[in-house]
């Protein structure tokens, strides 16, 4: 049924992008959406537009597909994103990111702005996902596997690709852009964690925190693709920020570091 769904999607996608096909793919988080307006040649779908999308409902989140050029490569960018926690079933929240790779991404470049755990983050900083912890409270492939798509028992050994990291760690280097690598922890939301948790979350070797990424991240790996995961420090973790936690300090961390973000990107894109 997924895979079938999957089919009219892009089939929809490529008559409104004459044939669009995609080398790489990407999922812009919370505040980060602007980068897509860099692309040339563009093609703006919303969400609310393709067969199978849902539409976000949270602030920072344009929910649209943009498909066009960077670096001269063919991109295709979902502009926001649909989380667990806005109600959605995890098959709508994954369902993006598969589209990506079905199209022909074999690379997802999947952003998040996420709360920092670990001492040596700050607000601000970019940060290389080198794994994950998974505390959503359950899996995207739980269920019936279509063999189509990927193994029933996927292997997570590697899902942030290595081999890619370490040509983005090289890439920001060259770039004179400091990247920070550490562990991700994924919660269900929408509440902020509370002290307890993010002292829990530290303690087993978390680094900073957020809502989202590793489902389409398990997805997209479980079509083999490469991932690369980056999140941005947009305030510091529950009982470590000295303020109350709000949306709105994230939207305006990801606002300042913006252009920083955009550099990033696109010298990872002509580079990878």
């Not at 929809?12 to 004459?18: F, G, P, S, V």
């Amino acid at each position: 049924m997924i895979y079938e769904q999957l089919q009219k999607t892009i089939d929809y996608i490529r008559e409104h992008t004459d044939g669009f096909v995609p080398e790489l793919g990407l999922i812009l988080g919370s505040g980060l959406g602007d980068f897509a307006d860099t692309l040339e040649n563009s093609v703006r779908i919303p969400f609310g537009d393709i067969p199978g999308f849902s539409v976000s409902t949270v602030s920072g989140h344009a929910g649209v597909l943009v498909c066009g050029i960077s670096g001269g490569k063919k991109v295709a960018i979902m502009q926001g994103r649909v989380h667990y926690y806005e109600g959605h079933e995890m098959e709508k929240v994954i369902f993006p990111a598969r589209t990506l790779v079905m199209m022909g991404c074999k690379t997802l470049i999947i952003t998040n702005a996420a709360g920092g755990i670990s001492p040596s983050l700050a607000a601000g900083d970019l940060c290389l996902i080198t794994d994950h912890l998974n505390y959503m409270g359950t899996n995207p492939l739980r269920g019936p596997n279509d063999s189509r798509l990927g193994a029933r028992f996927p292997d997570m050994s590697d899902i942030y690709s290595k081999k890619l990291r370490e040509q983005v760690l090289a890439i920001a280097a060259s770039s004179g852009i400091t990247l920070k690598e550490g562990v991700y922890a994924a919660m269900p939301g929408p509440t902020y964690e509370t002290p307890a948790e993010i002292s829990m979350l530290k303690t087993v070797g978390a680094s900073m925190v957020g809502m989202s990424t590793v489902p389409e991240s398990l997805a997209a790996h479980h079509m083999g693709a490469s991932i690369i995961g980056i999140s941005c420090i947009s305030n510091l973790a529950a009982g470590i920020s000295p303020v109350p936690l709000t949306h709105d300090e994230v939207k305006e961390t990801a606002n300042r570091i913006s252009a920083v973000f955009k550099k990033l990107i696109q010298e990872i894109i002509s580079g990878i």
